[in-house]
Each structure stands twice: as C-alpha cells, then as structure tokens.
C-alpha cells in the first residue's frame, strides 16, 4: 500500500507542476487555445443546442475532463527530448539484437546447405531473417502520444471559418437573419488565447402552409403516414415547425421508410423533394412537398436514366437456395458442365447453382383463416408456398422450419420491415455461415420474387474456450472443451456438449478474525470444479411440431442436463441438474422463458464434509448453517421469466416516446417443492420432513426483478441506474432457510462494491461483535440498486464515477444474526451505501473492469459511527461499542474487530457491472 500511495503522489505532482505551464510546448509567438465559449444572447428564450453549436467549431481547446486538460497534462508532463532518447537506446538495443539473431540465422542456414551438399540434396530447408522493421513503443511514447494530446494552437483561420461556420449553421435551422460576433482574449503571461463566439440568432422561419404535388398513390400514402403517427397527437408533421434542414432531412428518411413498409418497393428520399416560398414580415414559410417518379436504367440505353412511376407491389413467389453440396454424391462442377450449365447461380453468381427444387405448400390455414376466406378447414395455404432449391438427393433443412422464418408471404403486398425481420429470423437459425436476401422484379407487372441464399455453416465443431472469470468479485481461471452439432435432426436444432473445470477463489465459510475459526484461504483459488454438460436446443415448443405455432414469437426449446463436482478444503460437493425450458419472444422487445410445467428443473446437491469442518458446525449449532451445507434436492415445478427491452422497440403510430434513453427489465418467478408436497401423504419423513427416496426436498417461492435505466449524455459519457429487489421464501417442507443457490448475496463487483464480495449484511447484524461471524453471508431477501456515470478517456480506456446502496435480509428472525430479519418499517435506515471510481479497458470483444468502492455507511454500527465522516479519527463511537460488548479495554477491542470503513480495493470484474 505504501508502495502505491508513492507512486500516486509522484503522477499527482507531475500533472500539477505540468499544470503550471500549459503553454510549455507550444511554439513561440504562438497561443494555446485554452477555451471556447459561445455566448447566446438570448439564452432563456433561444431554441439553439449550445452543445450542437460547440461541435460545428472547427478548431476545438483540448479535451477536459471535469474541467481540467489533463491529456494536455499528461502530454506536457513527459520530455520529448527524454522520449526520443529513450526510444533512440531501445532501438539501439534492437539492433543489436537484430545482428546477433541475423548472424545466428546465416550459421543455421549455412549448416543446413553443408549437409545438403554431403547427402547430395538438390535444396534444403532455409530459414528466414527475422524482421528488421522497429515496432516497439516505449511506455513513455504511449503515455505521451497515445493517451496525451498535443497543445491545440491557436489558428486565426481558424477561427474565422468557426465564425463562418456558425453563421452557416443558423440558416441551416432556419435563422436566416442572425448574427455571429466574435471576441479574442489574449493572456501573455500564459501565453493563451479565450475565444468566445457572440450569437444572436433572431426570428426563425416558421412553416404555415405545405403544398403537396406529385403521384396520387404517394401523396395518399403520406396522409396515412400524417393520419396515424401525427394526427393523434394533435400535431402535424411540418405545419407550425421550424423551417429546419435537418429536421426536413430527418422527416424526407422516415417517410421513405414508411413508403416501403407500405408496398412501395425501393421508394428512395431523393424522390422527396422541397421547395420553400418565404416571407421576410411574417417570418412565414410556404412549403412545396414534391414527389417524384422512380429513376431507373433504360432498357434501350442502361447508361441513361428513365423515370417510371411507383408502385404498390406483392409478392410473386418465394424462393429458397440452399446453395450447398452437403448431398452431392459425385463431383458437382462435373456434373454440372456435362449438363452444360454454370456452377454459379445466375442471380448472385457469389453463391452455389442449385439443380433440385420442389413446391412446398403442405401448411393449412388456420381455423379463424379458413372462415374469412370462407374455404373449408383444412384446406392447404396459398401464402405460406414457397420453392425449395437444394442439391443432391433432399435438402438438409426441414422446408417447415425455412417457412416458419419468412415473413413476405407469397400474394401478400411488400413491406420491408418484413424483409428485414425474415433476414433476422434466418441469422438467429444459426445454421447457415450467409444469409443474402434479393429481390426479383417481374418486368412488366407491380410483382416481386423473393430469393433467399442460404449457405451452411459448420455442422459439427470443436472448441477449447480458456477464460479468466469474475463472479460476484471471486476471481477464477476455467477451460471448457466444447463440441457443438449445428442441425443434428435436419431441423435447426444444436446440440451442445461441455466438459469444463476451472479453479475459483472462494471466500471461507468464517471470517479470518474469530477466535475459534476453522481457517480456510479467501483469495487463492481454493476450488477446483468439473463437471460435464449437454444442452440441445431446438426450435419451437417441443413437443408441440414447429409449423403450428406463430412466426414473430420465435419460440426455442432448450433442453440441459450437467453435472458439477466442487473440491474444496472443507467440503467435496456434487451437483446433477436437468433443465427444460420454453422459450419465445414478442416482438422486439419482450422475452418470455418457462419451465416445463411440473418439472422445470431438477437438481440434486450432494455434499460431504470435512471433520473439522463439521466440528465448527456442531460447535455453532446454527439451524441455519446446517441446511446451508447439507444436502439439497430441488424439484422446480415452475419457472418463469420475463426479459424487455425497448432498445430496438418500434414505437406505435401516434405514440411519443415515454424515455427517451435504454430501459432494460427482467424478472424471474421459481417455485419448488409444491407438486412433491401434494403427494405428502404416500411419503416417508424425517425429522419432521418429507422425503423423496431418503432425501427431503426444498419448498420454497422465490421473485427477482431487476431495472436498468440508461441515457447517453455529453461528449460520449453515459449515466446509468440499476434497481433490484428479490425475495425468496421457504415454507411446508423447508421451515429453515432458502436454499443456498437460490439465496442472496450482498457486495462484490457486480453489486454493493464497497464490500467484499458476499460480506454485507444481513440487515442491520452486528459482524464487527461476533468473533464467529461467517465471511460469506446470504439472506433470502434483497434490495439495492446503484447510480453509476461513465464517461470516455480514449478509445481503449473508460472511466466511471459510481454510488451503491442496499443490503440483505432474512426473512425469518436467525438468533445467530440478530437484526438480520426484514422489517418494513426499519429496512430503509439498514440501506448499505458506498461509492468510488472505475477504470475500464475496452478491448472490443470484451471489458476488463477495475473499480474502486469506498463505504459511507453503514447500517450495522451504532448511531453515531454509522457514516464515514463520523469520528473520522479516531472512530471514538465504534469502539466504544466494543468496549462495552466485550467487556475489554480498548486495545484488546481493536485486535479483535475489523477496522471500519475499509475501501474494497480492486474490485476486478469482466464486462460492465449491469
């Protein structure tokens, strides 16, 4: 700790003796542009974005993070001269080491050509010269260079083309007569420049009246677009809006959209066009919304353009490619040339010919479809047609799966929504390596082919996956060896197996501080588990066949069975879990899981422990612990799970936008032990529970939800905040506690990070007096949530300033942990509070995350010592509290009670915490 403290103090005094001398390498008779501020002379009435204007500067200060340069800082505070010389004597060093290694190379190669000159080889294996190229940066070159910034010097041209370009952007939103006045302020001593840009805008144009002309079938189209989106809100979409090019730019892209998704096949924004009419009194503008005919090659002349007019078109026919040889028996460029005909497909030459198809159209309508188009039931669907193009002898994909996926309906009108949302269900297959829709025009009518191209991805696949893993602030190494089968029946479905075993740094079971403790190692990796896993996913709802449940719910059956064995110290543990769970989306937002209804998951937990292990427990006698590590039969008859989203959400016609950022919520629902208990009455008991075979099985109800909240701010930088509450209760056949693995636990990278991982709480128990105390502790409830503001300092490094809240808490009284049960009218004040910072390195495929918490308060000491600032000295009020519990004096109760509000240094995670 002295160590970092001195190395933090030396950066520290650097940055501010670079401070002091901003200007330091800018070259003489020159400024540092030290600021620029524009300054709106209306600024309570004004609708300008003073941010949107700050970005329109060509020439901007150097960056500043809370105010401060300290990129130019960091740039300053490292000497080139010592940097060049630095990189001068590695570079020397290299060359060294490059003769030396080329002079190595010639004495191998010249070996090598002797001994094949005695046995009479014509050439022999040659050895190539290491690279010459210098590549190596030195740490200073990169602090300097790479996370430093040169000094922004100031340019009078510069500066005059900011003005101009301000100017610009006023008449570009519609300020056609305002003003752009500029004032330079000089510091000599400094040797810097402030730039402060004066704007006053005036009176902006306003539109009053729109014009449409062009095609009747366009202009209807746009009054849908104005009668369902705008009408409802009691507005219109450029009537009474400012006379704003961006704003026109942004609306001619959104009724392009719209014109696709309403069968105007290929309907460009250029085909949009404006024309304004503006009156300098009334500050009034009269628009001319202009739609235009399509522009398409000549068939006389393709180099020259002809106009044609847009129409409403449907589908024709669906095609699908399977652009293969998977079936192919003999050699297919062979066959193909005897029969005269090109190995590559004449619509998109990238992709494989096909020489095979068949009509598929066994799927029927449903009963409501049979009534509307009054046929009878059963009758075979005329939308859901579509032909299969493969090679071989049959196709490798089930045809009912590949219709399941397409959304443009044969007879159906274009929409290219549906487009879109059939190449998204194609991709989330996972069984094809391409996916490349095409459209086809049918000259001379308003129809359209659908093409498909789809080519196989890998069936069957090894994989070694190493991985450093970080779970509630445990750090572990793991390795999995896995073998994947992509399409293993012809229908879409993987299957998955996973032989993986790791080592993980687990807590001990009791705190390092206890007199009478069993020791055991926290932060080595003191677990080592493996274990085997099958998972077969399959789409659909299994068992129920694929073609008779709906297109846009996307529903997957995901069945898992896996085994784990854990060895620790302490205790061997053995784990069997079987999962089956259904899973289906609605729309873009919504995700919905359940568990096979009775038996959504299965899981068995065997533990043996160790003598002094056991010791400790008799010695404690905690009912608690004793169901904490014993072994455990779990028969989940229900599990449910809601997942939303609106990041990709389409908002309805006529709708404004609620939040204007990212809302993410999930929740999960487990029930278990409810349909064993039923059957109570035909079971053996033991000490007072019912058994399954020998074993008594949990019973328990448990709900946790989660809301995360994000929105993105200035320069880049984002806030974010995340609520969670959980509660799980045990009852009937479990009267002692929740299951471990379905427990909570406080503190850690992903949580409260002012503590150590699993160390909070519960509730408002006295740790800090107990010399028994546990150092892992769970409840079966909680409630927290935490604010964290996360901003940029290059492309590789993030920062983070963070505060969270919160604790667990038992549902039951537990006399081990007293103050540890809910209590509504005290459960506020027991809130755990912490805040810090956070370094993140983002390396594009992953995140290394490093964070900092610091506690502020907490709910477990006495008034008066519960937060940070109270006797910040000599923390008078806590050990008081231990002087009077113990009985001792108050040297002895500072040897035996942890040090209060320690930082949880290094909380180390991977990914961002939520």
Known sequence: MRVISKVQL??????????????????????????????LDNPLTTNLDRYELTQVLRQQPNARFFGAPWKLWLYNAMDSSAVATKKALKLARFKVKLMNKQAKVKQINAKRNARALRKNHSDFRYKALPDSTFKQAIWAEKLKYKYGQKPVVFDTVLHQKNEDQLARYLVKKGYYYGSVKSEISFNDKQRTVQAIYHIDEGRQYIIDSVTYTGPR?????????????????GEHPLIGKAFDLDYLSAYREKVAKFMRDESVYKFNSNSIQFQADTNRQTMTVHLVLQFEDRMVPSLLNPDSLVRVPYRETKINKVFFHLADTLQVAGTFANELAQAGLSIYDSLQPQYLHTTNQFIYNELRYSKKQAQDLKVPYGTKSNWRSMTLKYNGSEPWLDPAVLEMQNYLEQGNTYKEYYLDRSYRSLVQLGVFSSVKPYIEE???TNQLNVHYYLEPAKKQSWAFDPRFTSSFGLLGAAASLNYTNKNIFGGAERLTFSLGGGFESQPPVFDANSETQLVSAGRTFNTFELGPSLKLDLPGLFPTPVNLLGKRQKPRTVISTAMNFEKRNIFDRRVFQLNYTWKFLVGKTQVFQMGLPGASVIKYVAIEKSAAFEAQLDQINDLFLFNTYSNQFIWQDFKFAYEYSNKDKDEKPGQKKRYNGTLYFNSTLDAAGNLLYAFRKRQDTLNGQYLLGRQPYSQFVRLDNQLIASKRMVNKSTLHLRMHAGMGISYGNSQTAMPYDYSFFGGGSNDNRGWRARALGPGSYKYHLDTNRLATQIGDIRFGGALEYRFELNSTFKGAVFTDFGNIWTYREDISRMGSQFNWQTFIPQMAISAGLGLRMDLDFFILRLDVGFPIFDPAFADGARWVFQDFKTRETYYAEGMQHFNMSLDQVKAIMPRPFLPNYLNFGIGYPF
């Open 217 to 233: 079938l366009l202009r209807d189209l746009h009054q849908k677009l104005i009668r369902k989106e705008y009408l409802p809100l």
């Open 442 to 444: 049918v000259p001379g």
């Open 10 to 39: 030396f950066v520290v005094a650097t940055l501010l003796l670079a401070s002091c001398r901003l200007a330091k390498n800018v070259p003489q008779g020159n400024y540092l542009l030290y600021n620029s501020t524009i300054a």
